[in-house]
């Protein structure tokens, strides 16, 4: 009877223990890309019925998977002129007394840029690499945090609007999370994880690398160099260009942005041909799931052991 016991004890604490390390899965990361790169949104443009279904459907994600909102709704909204956006914004308690009253962000835009001049017939910019990959990133860690528990601090998912107007829809939410004095610890921006780097370089690479030891930080999370330095990435302005320096210029935190599109790796920027089909959904899943004991690390760690060096 003792045996019986052992083994039924036993038997629970591994079925808790592979479901709190449940890997993304490649089938669903595919699915859910391929409605937001889908025609049927035409490209995602802020002010678009395309926006509001991909709003809706983030939505959907979050309370699918027992992400609460932080605000009174999971919208964030704000006008450009005569135009309304709306961040979505999804909010889980840390675990940790002391610990979830600081937060971090997990961010990436799910807008696009609509319509372009046709080429071969078609006309809609559908933004599958250009951000719905980084989109699919935040919620399938939001879909891992939700279920595994082991987030210490308070983590916001916060999917942008407007980023292409101008990094309107991130500057919002910036100015809005330091009006009430949110305990902001950290931010990572997901830009363009859809298709892989050539072999010889490291998985990824963060904008801004040199102004803290975010990167040096994650790898050692991670337990391997996952995140790399991009010398282009200076010369061509990326750390103010995307969705993180918003978090940076308001809160003077460290607020990076992490790509694996590298200017060489993919012909259809801002183009009618950035679909689904032109998606890498391994090497996706891959990122995803190795960044998960990095994020791990940087949401756990005892005191806030990520910081900016001295410009």
């Not at 919620?139 to 609007?161: P, Q």
């Not at 990094?167 to 931010?187: I, Q």
């Not at 790399?228 to 918003?246: A, H």
């Amino acid at each position: 009877m003792k045996k019986l016991i052992l083994l039924f004890c036993l038997a629970l604490i591994l079925g808790c223990k592979s479901t709190k390390t449940e890997a993304p899965e490649l089938t669903e990361i595919k699915r859910n890309l391929s409605y937001l790169a889908s025609d049927d949104l035409a490209g995602r443009k802020t002010g678009t019925p395309g926006l509001e279904k991909a709003a809706v459907f983030i939505e959907g994600e979050f309370k699918r998977n027992g992400i609460k909102p932080y605000f009174k709704t999971f919208r964030d909204s704000f006008k450009i002129k005569d135009v309304m956006g709306y961040n979505v914004v999804g909010y889980l308690e840390g675990t940790d007394n002391l610990l979830k009253r600081e937060f971090v962000i997990l961010g990436a835009h799910y807008d696009h840029i609509g319509l372009l001049n046709e080429i071969n017939g078609d006309a809609i910019a559908n933004g599958a690499n250009d951000d719905a990959s980084g989109t699919i990133a935040v919620l399938e860690w939001a879909k891992y945090f939700s279920k595994a528990r082991s987030n210490k601090r308070s983590i916001l998912f916060t999917l942008y609007d407007a980023e292409e107007m101008g990094l309107k829809g991130s500057e919002h939410l910036a100015n809005r999370l330091k009006s009430v004095n949110v305990n902001l610890y950290t931010m990572i921006n997901i830009e363009m994880i859809g298709v892989p780097r050539s072999k010889h370089e490291i998985m990824a690479y963060m904008s801004g690398f040199e102004i803290s030891n975010m990167a040096e930080k994650l790898n050692t999370y991670a337990g391997s160099e996952i995140i790399g330095f991009f010398p282009q990435s200076k010369q061509y302005q990326l750390f103010m260009r995307s969705d993180n320096y918003p978090f940076y210029k308001t809160f003077k935190i460290p607020a990076h942005a992490i790509s694996t599109f590298d200017f060489t790796n993919y012909n259809y920027y801002h183009h009618v041909d950035d679909e689904a089909d032109k998606m890498d959904f391994d090497h996706m899943t891959d990122f995803i799931s190795k960044m998960i004991p990095a994020l791990e690390g940087m949401i756990n760690a005892p005191t806030q052991e990520i910081y900016l060096y001295n410009e």
